[in-house]
Every structure is written in structure tokens, then in C-alpha cells.
């Protein structure tokens, strides 16, 4: 597990080109396409790289405007549009094959303090008391319809260990149940402190799940099970306050609409002594096959 984890902190390395130019690879996900967190992650890296170091993000804006060739390098060119005293903004293009695959825009904030409110965290089971994904995918097998989607479903979750509090919608095909899906997850493997990189991981793994609610809520499994056509359309997280990736945190996440090929994820992510860490927002085509 420890590769795995080196792998992926390996493809959120990227390489500086110039200034304000970076280089990444990519590789395949479950479906044949780049994975929409791996973009995110990267564009946000690259972005962190050019803003001070006491400066954190706090929010991020993104569109997916095509398909990533899991074959070719992504290149991503920073725009500092502004650089005050307590903030800096940055945007970032994703560029493969000379058009741009991605857009997103962040901010960065040197730390302040301020009044202070949160929710109160859900309840959860513990996460120890729940099966793997490499213990409890394998019982799902005969969902799907193709035998390698299970099988990169299991390596894309080889780097980061997430385990679902009730049965994920490739597990429970054709059964509908309120539109609501919890996650616990964690890097599989202890990360430097290197606030970036955490947040950057964190935002990698929130791609994985978010639409799940969709799914749930009208019983099918997902393009991974082949019922359901889809891919990320925007993607917008607020990071509130510090957490680490390679803590457990339990990722909670519902569907308020879903409509017109689209649907609406959004999820809260917490540290597991109760702290609102991140807030999250995607919508998402969604179409069922002809």
C-alpha cells in the first residue's frame, strides 16, 4: 500500500516548467478518461506553488470542460491575478493536446482569527468497524458488467483508504434509498506535514464519491457498473479549518436535485473529533444509456 500512496503523491508532483508553468502526468481511472479529482489536485498544486507559504487555500472554483487523455502529460499555466496582503488568487488552465481540459480558480489566505460557529457533526459509525474496499468490492462483482471496472475500482482506492458507512450504489443496484451516502476515509500511509499536500490530497479523494447520493437515490450503480452515463461538470470546495489527510475523515454527502441530465452532489467533510474541516459542492452529468 505504501507504493500506491508514493505513486500518488508522485502524480500530485509536478514538474515546473517556468515561473508559473507546471507539467503533470496522468493515468487512466475507473472509467477510460483522467480521474476529475487527479486535475483538480494537480491545478491546485500548481497554484499553491506560486502563493506564499503562510498563505492556505481556502476555496476553489473549477470547470471540466473535456475529457483528460489518461496517455499524454497535462500542462497548467497560473495566472496570479492578484496578490494582496492577506489574500492571493490565482487561475489555472489545464491544457492537453493544445485545448484546455480544465479551468479553476482559487484562494489563498494567510491565517486570521475570527468568530467562530459550526454544525454539528453527523452521526457515523466508527470507521475501524467497517469493511475495506478491497474487503467488501469483490461481494459486489456481479453488478458489473464489465470485469476490469471492478478491478480499477480497487486500484483507485489502493492510495487512500475509503470505507462506506452503508452499501455504495454499485452494491445495492435497482434498490432506491434516500439520496444520502457517508464515506470515512484516509490516506493509507503517514504524509509530511505539508499543508498543500493535504489539502491538495483531500481534494483529489472528493471527486471519488460526491454523486454517489445521485445514484443512490434512484437505485442505480453507476458508470462503473455501466446503468449510468456521466462525468463532473464544476466542482467548488471551502476549506474552514485544519485537518490532515492522513487522519480518518468522514466525508457526508447528500443530493438535493438532480434534473435535465444533471445532478446535484454536496458534501461536508469532517476531522473525527467534530471540526467542519470542508465544505463541497459538484454537479454532474448524469444520463441513462439508450
Known sequence: MGSALDNLLDLLDLERIERDIFRGRSRASVVPRVFGGQVAAQ??????????????????????????????????????????????????VAVQHGRPIFHLSASFQSAEDGLEHQDAM?????????PTA???????????????????????????????AAAPPYGSVGTARAPRSQVWFRARGELPDDLLLHTC????????????????????????????VGASLDHAMWFHRPFRADEWLLYDQESPSSG?????????????????AVSVIQEGVIRVPR
Open 43 to 92: 491545478a491546485l498544486t500548481a497554484a499553491g506553488r506560486t502563493v506564499p507559504a503562510d498563505r492556505a487555500a481556502h476555496s476553489l472554483h473549477a470547470y471540466f470542460l473535456r475529457q483528460g487523455d489518461p496517455g499524454a502529460p497535462i500542462v497548467y499555466t497560473v495566472d496570479r491575478i492578484r496578490d494582496g496582503r492577506t489574500f492571493a488568487g490565482r487561475r489555472v
Open 122 to 130: 453527523p452521526a457515523a459509525p466508527d470507521p475501524e468497524s467497517l
Open 134 to 164: 478491497a474487503e467488501i468490492l469483490p461481494s459486489y462483482a456481479g453488478n458489473f458488467t464489465d470485469p476490469g471496472a471492478l478491478e480499477r475500482l480497487l486500484r483507485s482506492r489502493e492510495a487512500v483508504d475509503v470505507r462506506y
Open 201 to 228: 490530497l483531500v481534494t483529489y479523494v472528493s471527486d471519488m464519491t460526491l454523486l454517489d447520493s445521485v445514484l443512490i437515490a434512484h437505485g442505480r450503480g453507476g458508470w462503473a457498473v455501466g446503468d449510468v
Open 260 to 276: 435535465g441530465g444533471r445532478g446535484l452532489g454536496q458534501g461536508r467533510i469532517w476531522t473525527r473529533d467534530g471540526r467542519l
